[in-house]
């Protein structure tokens, strides 16, 4: 009988223990989870490359007769070309157009000036590109013209005409239209242009002759058409453009 007593009380008693010791499991019992990480964007910020800017054209100057040239041959001359530098460039791209063929030179350096033998007595433009490392962008310089002297004569050709407008390769509404260029010469003495004008190329029919320089044409829906200028001075010295195209809508 005793026995049985205490082992009653002995449940009893596992049970009190059972019930008293499960406690509160929240409060300062819960695990805290800390972010040591810091920022979750692991990579370096990226700084965008700023755009080249164009530089300013120093020599040969625009519209002039280049006398400067030095390992002077009968035919060809070494020319200084010169410009300002300017930012964010990290190189420069020159481009030489002799104006009788089209025929281009193209040279890249570091710096604000490149010697280069050209053709003498021959007119030529030139201009400049900007170059950054790190990005596509480039930056364009104006367009210089001038003369690379020769041997000494009394008058100069007129410089080939350039296009105004339409730009080249433009794409425009058909119907009425104003073709408009410019032309320069280092003698001044500029009187008059012929002016081709067709839907072929190059141009074959000559549509005017006109001391303006600028001249009106009607033009069709969907068409490509081809015009250049024939510039004449005073003493007939001659010069052909290049051939401006555009299309219509």
């Known amino acids: 009988m005793k026995n049985l007593i205490f082992t009653i009380k002995l449940f009893i008693g596992i049970l009190l223990l059972v019930a008293c010791g499960g406690g509160d ?13 810091g920022n979750t964007n692991s990579g370096n910020p990226t700084t965008e490359t700023p755009t ?4 300013s054209l120093v020599f040969p100057e625009h519209n002039t007769e280049c006398n400067e040239g030095s390992n002077e041959t009968e035919t060809t001359s070494d020319v200084n070309f010169q410009w300002n530098m300017a930012e964010d460039t990290d190189s420069y791209e020159i481009h030489v157009v002799n104006l009788n063929n089209d025929e281009e030179l193209v040279q ?8 280069l033998t050209i053709m003498r007595a021959t007119p030529y433009s030139w201009h400049v590109i900007s170059k950054a490392n790190g990005t596509n962008a480039t930056a364009t310089s104006s367009i210089f013209n001038f003369y690379n002297a020769g041997a000494a004569i009394d008058n100069h050709a007129p410089f080939p005409a350039s296009v105004v407008a339409p730009d080249m390769g433009a794409s425009i509404e058909m119907g009425n239209l104003n073709l408009v260029w410019e032309a320069s010469d280092i003698d001044g003495d500029i009187v008059g242009f ?12 000559k549509i005017a002759e006109t001391s303006e320089s600028s001249i009106a044409v ?8 081809y015009w250049r200028i024939i510039t004449s ?7 052909r453009s290049a051939v401006f195209e555009f299309r219509t809508n």
Do not use: H, L
């Open 25 to 37: 499991s929240g409060g300062d019992g819960g695990t805290t989870t800390t972010n040591t990480g």
């Open 52 to 55: 080249p800017k164009a530089v």
């Open 194 to 205: 012929e002016v081709y004008f067709d839907t072929i190329n190059p141009p074959e029919n």
């Open 233 to 239: 001075d005073s003493n007939g010295n001659t010069s």
């Open 108 to 115: 890249t350096t570091s710096n604000d000036n490149i010697e």
């Open 218 to 225: 009607t033009t069709e829906t969907s068409t490509i058409y």
